[in-house]
């Protein structure tokens, strides 16, 4: 064999970003979008997690549908954490990480919310969203309607304004606060 044959080379390796992004299988994804198809805005993957981003105003019979159907069983909100985006719109992103103990697979909900706009509690689906949709309010000021007690839970009840937030000076407004420096 002749050293000038050409050899075949091997495709390139996939680039990092590419793999990470590679859809996994998610049976409440594609549950979502069967029964959900109008609600569901988006799905997307990295390293291996399904995210799906949900209209705002079915979040709540979305959740329940999660948690009671017997293919998902999504009983556990592990995680509530939120997002500010002040250039969109809609400029907070609420996700919600829930888990399936029993059949041992996760899902990351996401909704989108414009600034004073309510996000539906879920306190009724999941007892854990309390203290999770209280700090969202307390950090980022989203509202979550129907929660049953939504006021501070960490910052001081007389705070002025909320720390998460991307306009919000690093050390806070002196003027506002003095008694805390």
């Not at 000038?4 to 390139?12: L, S």
Request: charged share 30%; net charge negative.
């Amino acid at each position: 064999m002749a050293s000038d044959e050409k050899k075949e080379k091997a495709p390139p390796a996939p680039k990092l970003e590419e793999i990470l992004k590679r859809p996994v299988p998610s049976v409440a994804a594609d549950l979502l979008k069967e029964k959900f198809p109008e609600a569901v805005e988006e799905v997307s993957y990295h390293a291996g997690e399904v995210s799906v981003r949900v209209r705002v105003e079915r979040l709540t019979e979305i959740c329940s549908f999660l948690k009671n159907d017997a293919r998902t069983q999504l009983t556990l909100l592990s995680d509530l954490s939120a997002v500010d985006y002040p250039q969109d719109p809609k400029r907070f992103e609420v996700n919600y990480h829930v888990f399936s103990i029993p059949l041992k697979h996760r899902l990351r909900l996401k909704v989108r919310a414009a600034e004073g706009e309510a996000v539906p509690t879920v306190t009724g689906v999941w007892a854990t969203a309390d203290w999770f949709e209280r700090e969202a309010f307390d950090m980022f000021g989203i509202s979550f309607a129907g929660h049953p007690n939504l006021t501070r839970i960490l910052m001081p009840d007389d705070w002025k304004g909320h720390p998460l937030r991307k306009e919000y000076p690093l050390e806070g407004y002196p003027e506002q606060h003095p008694r805390f420096r």
